[in-house]
C-alpha cells in the first residue's frame, strides 16, 4: 500500500511517502526561523508559511520516494513541475492520511484541507490521523529496507512530551489506548521554551538549553518539583516555570548571563525528574511490558539516559524513535497510524466534510 502523508499541526510542514510501515521520503520543512523572533509559534504565520509550502514538500517527498518515474520537458515552470510530480505520484499513492488534530487550528486547517482536495481530485482514501498517536508509533517505523524490525510487546506505557504536550498513554495493542496521566497546565517542551525564552535564549529553547546544561552545575538553583506527593500520574509544569521565573527576575543580566550553564542544567534537571517520578510511578502501577519515549523532547540525550536508567531498573525495554527527525514533528509517523488505519479500513467516509480538531483527544 502506498500512502502519502500529511503534517501541518504546528510549526513543520512535512510530508511523507510510505510503502506499508515502510517509510521512503519524509520531508520536514521548519519554520524556525519565521517563529523565533517572537519566542514561540505565532498561529497565522504557521498558516500562511504552510499554505506557501506545502505543495512543494508534497512533491519533494513524493521525488525522494522514487515511487514515480519523473522526466520533464526542459523549460517547464516551477509552479508546472510541482503540480507534475504530484499527479505524477497520485498515480501510486492509494491512500492519504492526514493530521487531523490536535495542533493549532490554523496550521491543521491547510494540511486537511490540502489532502481533501487531492483525495477528492485524484479519488483516492483519505484517513484522519491523531498527531498524539504518530507520535507513539513514531517508534514502529522502518526505513526502505523494513529495518529495524522491532518486535514491540504490548501492553506498553508511553511518555509522550514535546512543545504541545505531555501524557503518559497505556497502550493494549496498536489503536488501543488509555490516557492515565497528562499535564494539567504547561507542556514539558513548553517549559523548556518558556525558560530559555526568559532568559533571552530563543526559540525552540530546549535543545540550547540541553547544550548549556551540558557544562553546567544542576544542583545550583532550587526548584520544586510539582504535584510530587500526588498519587495520581498527571503533571504540572507552571508552578516550576514560575518559580524559576522569580528567582530569574531578581537578577541583572550579567549575573545571568554568569552562571547561564547552572540554570539552565537546575531547570532542566528539575523539568526531567518531574517528568521521571510520574512515569516511574505510572510503570509501577501498570505492569506493562514495554516502555515507549516519544516527542520532540525525547532528541534531548539527557532524558534519553535518566529513561534508560529508568527502565533497566524496572526491568523493562524501552524503545525511542530511531532517528532523530522521527522525534519531532514529521509526517512519516503520520502515514505510520494511517496504514494502520487503513489496515483495519478506517477511512473517512464523507472526503468533504473532514474538519480539523485541535483539541483531538487520544483514547479513553
Ligand atoms: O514534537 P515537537 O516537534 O512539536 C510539538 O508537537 O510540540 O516538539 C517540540 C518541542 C519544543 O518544546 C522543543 O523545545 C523541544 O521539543 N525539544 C527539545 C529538544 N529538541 C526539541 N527539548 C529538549 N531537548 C532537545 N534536544
Ligand atoms: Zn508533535
Same mark, same amino acid.
Given at each position: 500500500?502506498?500512502?502519502?502523508?500529511?503534517?501541518?499541526?504546528?510549526?513543520?510542514?512535512?510530508?511523507?511517502?510510505?510503502?506499508?510501515?515502510?517509510?521512503?521520503?519524509?520531508?520536514?520543512?521548519?519554520?524556525?526561523?519565521?517563529?523565533?523572533?517572537?519566542?514561540?509559534?505565532?498561529?497565522?504565520?504557521?498558516?500562511?508559511?504552510?499554505?506557501?509550502?506545502?505543495?512543494?514538500?508534497?512533491?519533494?517527498?513524493?521525488?525522494?520516494? +522514487?515511487?514515480?518515474?519523473?522526466?520533464? +520537458?526542459?523549460?517547464?515552470?516551477?509552479?508546472?513541475?510541482?503540480?507534475?510530480?504530484?499527479?505524477?505520484?497520485?498515480?501510486?499513492?492509494?491512500?492519504?492520511?492526514?493530521?487531523?488534530?490536535?495542533?493549532?487550528?490554523?496550521?491543521?486547517?491547510?494540511?486537511?484541507?490540502?489532502?481533501?482536495?487531492?483525495?477528492?481530485?485524484?479519488?483516492?482514501?483519505?484517513?484522519?490521523?491523531?498527531?498524539?498517536?504518530?507520535?507513539?508509533?513514531?517508534?514502529?517505523?522502518?526505513?526502505?529496507?523494513?529495518?529495524?524490525?522491532? =518486535?514491540?510487546?504490548?501492553?506498553?506505557?508511553?511518555?509522550?512530551?514535546?512543545?504541545?504536550?505531555?501524557?503518559?498513554?497505556?497502550?493494549?495493542?496498536?489503536?488501543?489506548?488509555?490516557?492515565?496521566?497528562?499535564?494539567?497546565?504547561?507542556?514539558?517542551?513548553?517549559?523548556?521554551?518558556?525558560?530559555?525564552? =526568559?532568559?533571552?535564549?530563543?526559540?525552540?529553547?530546549?535543545?540550547?538549553?540541553?547544550?548549556?546544561?551540558?557544562?553546567?552545575?544542576?544542583?545550583?538553583?532550587?526548584?520544586?518539583?510539582?504535584?510530587?506527593?500526588?498519587?495520581?500520574?498527571?503533571?504540572?509544569?507552571?508552578?516550576?516555570?514560575?518559580?524559576?521565573?522569580?528567582?530569574?527576575?531578581?537578577?541583572?543580566?550579567?549575573?545571568?548571563?554568569?552562571?547561564?550553564?547552572?540554570?539552565?542544567?537546575?531547570? =532542566?534537571?528539575?523539568?526531567?525528574?518531574?517528568?521521571?517520578?510520574?512515569?516511574?510511578?505510572?510503570?509501577?502501577?501498570?505492569?506493562?511490558?514495554?516502555?515507549?519515549?516519544?516527542?520532540?523532547? &525525547?532528541?534531548?540525550?539527557?532524558?534519553?539516559? &535518566?529513561?534508560?536508567?529508568?527502565?533497566?531498573?524496572?526491568?523493562?525495554?524501552?524503545?525511542?524513535?530511531?532517528?532523530?527527525?522521527?522525534?519531532?514533528?514529521?509526517?512519516? &509517523?503520520?502515514?505510520?497510524?494511517?496504514?494502520? =488505519?487503513?489496515?483495519?479500513?478506517?477511512?473517512?467516509?464523507?472526503?468533504?466534510?473532514?474538519?480539523?480538531?485541535?483539541?483531538?483527544?487520544?483514547?479513553?
Amino acid at each position: 500500500m502506498i500512502i502519502l502523508a500529511i503534517d501541518t499541526s504546528c510549526d513543520d510542514t512535512s510530508a511523507a511517502v510510505l510503502m506499508d510501515d515502510r517509510i521512503l521520503a519524509n520531508v520536514v520543512s521548519s519554520q524556525v526561523d519565521l517563529h523565533k523572533d517572537w519566542g514561540g509559534v505565532v498561529p497565522d504565520i504557521a498558516m500562511r508559511a504552510h499554505k506557501e509550502r506545502i505543495e512543494a514538500v508534497i512533491a519533494e517527498a513524493i521525488k525522494r520516494s +522514487q515511487i514515480s518515474d519523473l522526466r520533464f +520537458q526542459k523549460h517547464i515552470k516551477k509552479d508546472e513541475k510541482i503540480k507534475e510530480i504530484i499527479a505524477k505520484g497520485m498515480e501510486k499513492i492509494e491512500v492519504i492520511a492526514v493530521t487531523k488534530g490536535s495542533g493549532l487550528a490554523p496550521a491543521l486547517s491547510v494540511g486537511v484541507n490540502k489532502a481533501k482536495e487531492l483525495a477528492i481530485e485524484f479519488d483516492k482514501k483519505l484517513v484522519a490521523v491523531n498527531h498524539i498517536e504518530g507520535h507513539i508509533l513514531s517508534v514502529l517505523a522502518k526505513n526502505r529496507a523494513g529495518r529495524p524490525e522491532r =518486535q514491540i510487546e504490548w501492553p506498553a506505557l508511553a511518555l509522550t512530551i514535546s512543545g504541545g504536550h505531555t501524557k503518559i498513554v497505556r497502550i493494549s495493542g496498536i489503536g488501543k489506548y488509555e490516557v492515565v496521566g497528562e499535564t494539567l497546565d504547561d507542556a514539558a517542551g513548553e517549559a523548556l521554551d518558556k525558560a530559555a525564552k =526568559q532568559m533571552g535564549l530563543g526559540y525552540p529553547g530546549g535543545p540550547v538549553i540541553e547544550r548549556l546544561a551540558e557544562s553546567g552545575n544542576d544542583n545550583f538553583m532550587e526548584l520544586p518539583r510539582p504535584l510530587k506527593d500526588r498519587k495520581d500520574f498527571d503533571y504540572s509544569f507552571s508552578g516550576l516555570k514560575t518559580a524559576f521565573y522569580y528567582q530569574i527576575k531578581k537578577l541583572t543580566n550579567e549575573e545571568i548571563n554568569e552562571h547561564l550553564t547552572d540554570y539552565a542544567a537546575s531547570y =532542566q534537571r528539575a523539568v526531567f525528574e518531574t517528568l521521571l517520578m510520574k512515569y516511574g510511578k505510572a510503570i509501577d502501577e501498570y505492569k506493562v511490558k514495554s516502555l515507549i519515549a516519544v516527542g520532540g523532547v &525525547m532528541a534531548n540525550q539527557k532524558l534519553r539516559k &535518566m529513561l534508560g536508567k529508568l527502565a533497566r531498573d524496572k526491568k523493562i525495554p524501552i524503545y525511542f524513535p530511531v532517528k532523530k527527525i522521527l522525534n519531532t514533528d514529521n509526517a512519516g &509517523m503520520i502515514g505510520l497510524v494511517g496504514y494502520f =488505519q487503513a489496515l483495519r479500513g478506517e477511512f473517512v467516509e464523507n472526503k468533504a466534510e473532514l474538519d480539523r480538531d485541535p483539541r483531538m483527544e487520544i483514547g479513553n
